[in-house]
C-alpha cells in the first residue's frame, strides 16, 4: 500500500494576501515545472479556486456549483457496469460528498502536460481540483438554531470541527491517492472556522503568505497560534501521525515603490522570537505585477500563454514565481539531487 502524500495547507488568518493565486499558480508550476501531479483542494467559502480553474453555473438550491463532471459524462451510461459505478457519485461532485455516506469524490481536471484532459494514464503531470461548496460550507460552519434546517445540506448543521477534521484529514492522506497525485494543495479560508483548522490539522505543510502592509499582517498572529496549535496536537498524538512542518512565510503583492516599510516588516517578522527562521530569505517574494493577475484570471479568459510558466523567462512574474516555488518545493519534497 502506497504511503501518503503531502499536504499543502496555503493559510493565513488575513483575508486579500493571495491564498487562491499562489495555490493555483503553485500547481502549474509543479505540474509544469517539476512533472507532478497535482490535487487542488477548494476550503474556501468565496469558491475563488473552483471559479478560476473549471466551468460553473447557478443551480437551485446548491448556489454556484461546478458543470457536470466531463470524466463521469465521458462514460458509456447505457453499460450496467458504468451504472453501478456512477451510484457511487453526483455528477457535480465536489467536498461535500465526503459528508454523504456511500458517495466519493470526484475530481475535475484542470490542466495537463498529456493534451487529453479525460486520458486515463494517471502517471501524466496534470492538476486536478476537488471543488468547494459554498452551501455546504455555509451548513458546516453553523452553530445553534439554523436556517438550513430541512435543506438539502441540513445534515451538515450538526457536523463539529473533529467531524470535519476526521474527513478531511481522511481523504488528504488516503494512500489510494498517492496512485493518482503527488501532492495535494489546500486553499483556506481566511477566517478562525471549524474548515480552516480542519486543514490546519490535515495538512502536512503549511504555507503563510502575508502582504508586506501593517494591516496585512495583523494575521499573522492568529496564524502562528493556530499552527503551533496544530503542531502541538500532532505530537501529543492526535490528528495525523505526520509530522506538521511550516513551509515559511512568504511576502506577496509586494509593491516595490513602497520599499521603505514593507522592508522593515519584513525583516521584522523574519527576526521575531517566535519564529526566527520562518520567513521565506530576504530575496524571495512575489510582487505586485500586472502580468500574474491577467494570468490568474479564470481559465477561459486568460491571454496568451494562458500561464506564467510559458511566459519568456526574463518576465519579473514568472522569476518570483518560480524562485518561490522552486523554494517551497524543496521544503516539501527536499534538496533537488547534484
Known sequence: MPASIPCLAVSNNKGGVGKTSIANTLGEYLCYKKGLRVALVDLDESQSLVRITIPTEKVIGHGLMPKENPFLLSLDQNDPDVKEYLSSYNLRSTLADLFVPGKEVMPYPVLTTGGDLLEDDTSVPRVDIIPGNREAFRSLLETGPSEREGTIYSHLVSATTEDITKHIARFVSAPELSEMYDIVILDCAPLRTGLFDAAMRAATHVLCPYVPEIIST?????????????????????????????????????????????????????????????????????????????????????????????????????????????????????????
Open 218 to 338: 495583523e494575521g499573522i498572529p492568529g496564524f502562528i497560534d493556530a499552527f503551533l496549535n496544530a503542531r502541538a496536537r500532532r505530537q501529543s498524538g492526535e490528528d495525523r501521525k505526520e509530522p506538521l512542518e511550516l513551509v515559511g512565510l512568504m511576502p506577496n503583492k509586494v509593491d516595490l515603490r513602497y520599499t521603505g516599510p514593507s522592508g522593515h516588516l519584513a525583516r521584522m517578522i523574519q527576526t521575531a522570537e517566535t519564529f526566527p527562521d520562518d520567513h521565506f530569505p530576504e530575496e524571495l517574494f512575489i510582487r505586485q505585477n500586472i502580468g500574474i493577475i491577467n494570468l490568474t484570471s479564470p481559465m477561459s479568459e486568460r491571454p496568451s500563454p494562458g500561464t506564467v510558466f510559458k511566459l519568456p523567462k526574463s518576465n519579473a512574474a514568472r522569476q518570483d514565481m518560480e524562485k518561490c516555488y522552486s523554494f517551497i518545493h524543496e521544503k516539501i519534497f527536499g534538496e533537488p539531487k547534484a
